[in-house]
């Protein structure tokens, strides 16, 4: 294609209010104030989340599988493109180099954007689909996008990790991690953060 790409950075990831059991992903353009809200499923919120909060899991999850796959056979993902949107279903796809040969391979939005994060490369999008699904938030202040992908979560009320010490949430954060419960691991990360501020 040879519209002008967009390129957009990870805003923020947080519960769905329309849909039970998924997540809100909010990707945010560079240099605008567009917001693309992209609903995903809870398996692979995670393993952005993961990958945002900075954790490593004892054993690799699918996508850090197809990170190594990847290295191992000399392919290295240079950019996702979010090329379509239609009948509110966003497709992606990875431009990966092998050889100095570039191959574009078709991919779940989520999946695309949980492996831009593990081989630190950029994701892009058109002006037709921004203008298609792009949204202005405005709570009435300044927030930028951060490019490093930490993100702004929001979580349901009546939160029980409150009343724990940052010693039992340590501990917990721990065990979480060696029991491969990412989701809870996540949330108790997200409270020793918002305690440290």
Known sequence: M????IRLNILGLSYSQTQSGAYAL??????GERRIPIIIGGVEAQSIAIKLEGLEPPRPLTHDLFLNF???FHIELQEVVIYKLEEGIFYSEL???KNNDTLRIDSRTSDAVALALRFNC???TYEEILSKAGIVLDFGDTKEPVP???????KPSGNPLASKSL???QVM??????????EKASEIRDEIKRREK
């Open 2 to 5: 040879n519209k002008k790409k």
């Open 26 to 31: 909010v990707l945010a353009e560079e240099e």
């Open 70 to 72: 990847a290295r191992a």
């Open 95 to 97: 431009v990966c180099i």
């Open 122 to 124: 950029p994701i892009f």
């Open 148 to 154: 490093s992908g930490k993100p702004t979560t929001t």
């Open 167 to 169: 010693d039992e949430l």
């Open 173 to 182: 954060l721990n065990e979480a991690v060696d029991a491969e419960n990412y």
